[in-house]
């Protein structure tokens, strides 16, 4: 993950793009903003890390600086059904109640499993989105 620490990430996409051969691929990969752990855990969300990751992208924010450039989005996968982030949210919550973070990381562990299952099911709400796209002009 890198895009999500840029200050200007369409100024970088562009020269992704002019650095592209005709019909070239890029692949981006970011924590994805409408994720289960953020919308469970908020501000206790593993991936919101402040003010490393200056931006959190969603599909339709992420498709929306795409569409300002000549790559064509061929396919949005969303990863992370073994991701550690709910655990690690959970600890930061647990922290967060005055909670040593020793015990906060053993009673977050015994959450893992349920968190493999939360990401399982949740489809376009799982922890990482993944954009391919296509380089359209020559």
Known sequence: HTFEHLKKPLKILRKM???????GYL??????????????????WQQLIVPEHLFFWSQKSLSALFEKTSLRVLKISYLG??????????????????LSSQIATIISLFFLPI????????????????????????
Request: charge should be positive; proline fraction near 3%.
């Open 81 to 98: 059904i073994f991701s550690f982030s709910g655990v690690s949210s959970l600890a930061n919550w647990l922290r967060s109640l005055g």
């Open 17 to 23: 793009e002019l650095a592209l051969k005709p019909k």
């Open 27 to 44: 692949v981006i990969e970011v924590p994805n903003a409408n994720s289960a752990n953020r919308h469970i855990f908020g501000a206790n």
């Open 115 to 138: 968190s493999v299952v939360i990401n399982a099911f949740s489809f376009t709400m799982r922890e990482n989105l993944l954009f391919i796209a296509q380089k359209t002009n020559s």
